[in-house]
């Protein structure tokens, strides 16, 4: 039913940086300001009516809860989700994993539907749900036909609002939970980027697995979850977000309807602004972590500290990273398998955050081609560092930073997702003909000294293969 996201891009995204778009933190403190100075009532805008997308509306609840819709009559389906701004790095040591646990269990029960309920009463009109976890937000969503819309958000906001989180549901999703856990560890093309998030950011919550371990799930109490729950999930930390064919008003109405009397019904509240980006995140010095294991292939990724989320150059960074190791015609791709048919996969990935990220280049390759991979990433990233990229290379990136970021709009999804995170991230939704702009504005000088600065750091290194640390001695 549910799932951790862990890699911050997995490998079917090749790499590509997306951009859902969003304000400065100037910009989002003004949109916060705005929602001032309501009297208990609802406060609705219209946010873009989109030649590339629909209508986008926003509506803010007494509660502080927001829910934006973006209006698409041409579809026949909906998609409906329920952001909570609360992730894997919002849990203290002995919590790790809390997030996730709590995730698994909202759809276990609540006071009006029992788990089996939740689940039939969607799939019985050919819908589908499902949730995730990241280290900075949770999503529960559900797509189902537009005519099914009521439902979805009744069934929904229920299981989000009202769990009960019974005592004998606590220690069977425990159980769940640790095979999941055991399944990530067989899995080391997924583990490698744990292992790399820990040897930038070390016992930092960003530098922990959103699943937790054995070790904090295993004691984990009910009362602990519980606890979580109520202090974290709270209305002016959700937004609900809602694309397809839809009246946004008759969507406000069918949430209010089904929160009512929960917990999520309360007083009056602003919205919380986006997370801030204080204290700073403090990184590892690049150090080198092994993971020892006997499989058929080595997993790599070779990388260091980033930019984060709302820095201005993010734009920039999206271009470099789409012709370093974003595509088949990305300089990796070509050095490392085309030409030289080392690795299978190989590609670059950005990971941003509130007040940090991540830059780094994954691998996969036969034990015995480690080194010859190695060297060549860092000779290309040496390269690119020192001079930089074409004129026709960036161009080529914008191009995929463009056609990605406006495919991508082409399901009910992705529109959902859009919305929500341009709320809960950014506090702004940045309209689509605007973004593209801001790539076209990227220039060669922008991206080469974006890459001087970011590939000329030291690199921290995590391997999980047949190896030890002294396989690996510091460069």
């Known amino acids: 039913m549910s799932r951790a996201v862990r890699a911050p891009f997995p490998p079917d995204r090749r790499g590509v940086v997306s951009f859902?778009?969003?304000?400065?933190?100037?910009?989002?403190?003004?949109?916060?300001?705005?929602?001032g100075g309501r009297a208990g009532r609802a406060v609705t805008r219209t946010i873009a009516d989109d030649p590339l997308g629909g209508t986008v509306r926003r509506t803010v609840l007494p509660s502080g809860l927001r829910v934006l819709t973006e209006a698409i009559p041409t579809?026949?389906?909906?998609?409906?989700?329920?952001?909570?701004?609360?992730?894997?790095?919002?849990?203290?040591?002995?919590?790790?994993?809390?997030a996730h646990f709590l995730e698994h269990l909202l759809f276990k029960g609540t006071r009006k539907r029992s788990a089996l309920e939740i689940s039939s009463a969607i799939e019985a009109v050919g819908?589908?749900?499902?949730?995730?976890?990241?280290?900075?937000?949770?999503?529960?969503?559900?797509?189902?036909l537009d005519e099914d819309l009521p439902l979805a958000i009744d069934v929904m906001c229920d299981l989000v609002a009202d769990s009960v989180l019974e005592p004998a549901d606590v220690e069977t999703e425990r159980g769940v939970i640790l095979e999941e856990i055991a399944m990530h560890d067989d899995e080391p093309g997924d583990e490698v980027h744990d292992l790399f998030s820990r040897a930038v950011y070390g016992d930092h919550p960003l530098g922990r697995l959103i699943s937790g371990t054995e070790e904090t799930v295993t004691p984990m109490s009910r009362r602990q979850i519980q606890s979580f729950y109520r202090r974290r999930y709270t209305a002016p930390q959700i937004v609900v977000a809602a694309?397809?064919?839809?009246?946004?008003?008759?969507?406000?109405?069918?949430?209010?309807q089904a929160l009512r009397g929960s917990p999520l019904d309360t007083e009056k509240a602003e919205p919380a602004s986006p997370r801030a980006a204080t204290p700073a995140v403090r990184t590892r010095p690049a150090t080198t972590l092994v993971e020892s294991k006997e499989t058929e292939q080595a997993h790599l990724i070779l990388g260091c500290p980033g930019?984060?989320?709302?820095?201005?150059?993010?734009?920039?960074?999206?271009?470099l990273n789409n012709v370093l190791g974003g595509g088949m015609s990305s300089r990796l791709f070509q050095e490392i398998r085309e030409q030289r048919g080392l690795a299978y996969s190989v590609y670059s990935y950005a990971s941003q955050y509130a007040d940090t990220g991540i830059f780094a280049v994954y691998a996969g390759c036969a034990p015995g081609k480690v080194d010859e991979v190695l060297d060549l990433t860092r000779a290309e990233l040496a390269r690119v560092a020192a001079g930089g990229l074409t004129a026709a290379e960036v161009a080529r990136g914008k191009g995929m930073s463009k056609g990605s970021f406006v495919l991508g709009l082409e399901d009910t999804g992705s529109r959902m997702s859009r919305l929500a995170k341009?709320?809960?991230?950014?506090?702004?939704?940045m309209p689509v003909d605007d973004l593209l702009a801001r790539v076209d504005a990227v220039t060669v000088d922008d991206v080469n000294a974006l890459a001087a600065e970011l590939l000329g750091r030291e690199m921290s290194l995590a391997v999980v293969g047949p190896f030890t640390r002294t396989d690996f001695p510091t460069r």
Not at 20 to 35: L, Q
Not at 80 to 86: D, M, R
Not at 243 to 256: Q, T
Not at 307 to 319: K, N, S, W
Request: one cysteine or more.
């Open 422 to 429: 341009g709320e809960l991230l950014y506090g702004d939704l």
């Open 243 to 256: 694309a397809g064919n839809l009246d946004h008003a008759a969507v406000v109405k069918l949430v209010r």
């Open 307 to 319: 930019i984060d989320r709302t820095d201005e150059r993010r734009f920039a960074l999206g271009v």
């Open 20 to 35: 859902p778009g969003g304000a400065t933190r100037a910009g989002s403190a003004a949109w916060a300001a705005e929602a």
């Open 127 to 144: 819908g589908e749900t499902n949730a995730f976890t990241t280290k900075e937000y949770t999503c529960y969503y559900a797509r189902v």
């Open 75 to 98: 579809m026949r389906s909906v998609s409906f989700g329920i952001w909570v701004a609360v992730g894997s790095r919002d849990e203290t040591g002995t919590q790790s994993g809390a």
